[in-house]
């Protein structure tokens, strides 16, 4: 079992940047594909940025690609988000989930987070 924890979840205006963080514990995240997903108030759960155990490769939703990266570091069991030019569509509770298919579906992810707050103000 791998346990996660979000952080760097904020209020942030729009325009502006964030950077949220994932910390793992229980086993070594490099066994993991990894992902980060949002989910806002009445919406489903929907799939944000995804990498592969290696770092190797990465996926990106439409809505964020070209504003958002993901990344992570193995040996400090971590993987990030960075997100710039925020808009108030990108608020929403960030999760991120550890699976063992590199994936853009949430059902492909057995771990998860508890989420982070992310508020964009205009």
């Known amino acids: 079992q791998v346990q996660l924890v979000e952080s760097g979840g904020g209020l942030v205006q729009a325009g502006g940047s964030l950077r949220l963080s994932c910390a793992a514990s229980?086993?070594?995240?490099?066994?993991?594909?990894m992902g980060w997903f949002r989910q806002a108030p009445g919406k489903e759960r929907e799939f944000v940025a995804s990498?592969?155990?290696?770092?190797?490769?990465?996926s990106y939703a439409d809505s964020v690609k070209g504003r958002f990266t993901i990344s992570r570091d193995n040996a400090k069991n971590t993987v990030n988000l960075q997100m710039n030019s925020l808009k108030p569509e990108d608020a929403a509770v960030y999760y991120c989930?550890?699976?063992?298919?590199?994936?853009?579906?949430?059902?492909?992810?057995?771990?998860w987070g508890q989420g982070t707050q992310v508020t964009v103000s205009l």
């Open positions: 989930a550890a699976g063992y298919r590199w994936s853009s579906v949430v059902h492909d992810y057995g771990f």
């Open positions: 229980g086993r070594t995240l490099s066994r993991y594909a």
């Open positions: 990498i592969t155990w290696s770092g190797g490769s990465t």
